[in-house]
């Protein structure tokens, strides 16, 4: 069975940090690439940070970028979401996502509170 574990959320003070990670299995996880998604209260699900599969080069969401860490473990077929000086408006339900042509998998999100 393909599936992709989320863990790590919680609550944290604003200025704090967290790391989130995500366990696969069940595919090629090396051939994917792999991207954090958040869906805040109220809005509407966007990206935040993806790994492309073709060179490793990362990219980040304007409102992460310098706060945010994307990491993957191809030996582990772990991937992980660093996040630093966080803010209260980077909370939501994350969720990482591997993606390899049209298929998608998803993990089941992970809460994140940044309290002021």
């Known amino acids: 069975d393909v599936q992709l574990q989320a863990s790590g959320g919680g609550l944290v003070q604003a200025g704090g940090s967290l790391r989130l990670s995500c366990a696969a299995s069940g595919f090629a996880f090396d051939e994917y690439a792999i991207a954090w998604f958040r869906r805040a209260p109220g809005k509407e699900r966007e990206g935040i940070s993806c790994?492309?599969?073709?060179?490793?080069?990362?990219y980040y969401r304007d409102s992460v970028k310098g706060r945010f860490t994307i990491s993957s473990d191809n030996a582990k077929n772990t991937m992980s979401l660093q996040m630093n000086s966080l803010k209260p408006e980077d909370t939501a339900v994350y969720y990482c996502?591997?993606?390899?042509?049209?298929?998608?998998?998803w993990g089941q999100g992970t809460l994140v509170t940044v309290s002021s």
């Open positions: 996502n591997a993606m390899y042509g049209v298929e998608r998998y």
């Open positions: 790994i492309s599969s073709v060179d490793g080069t990362t």
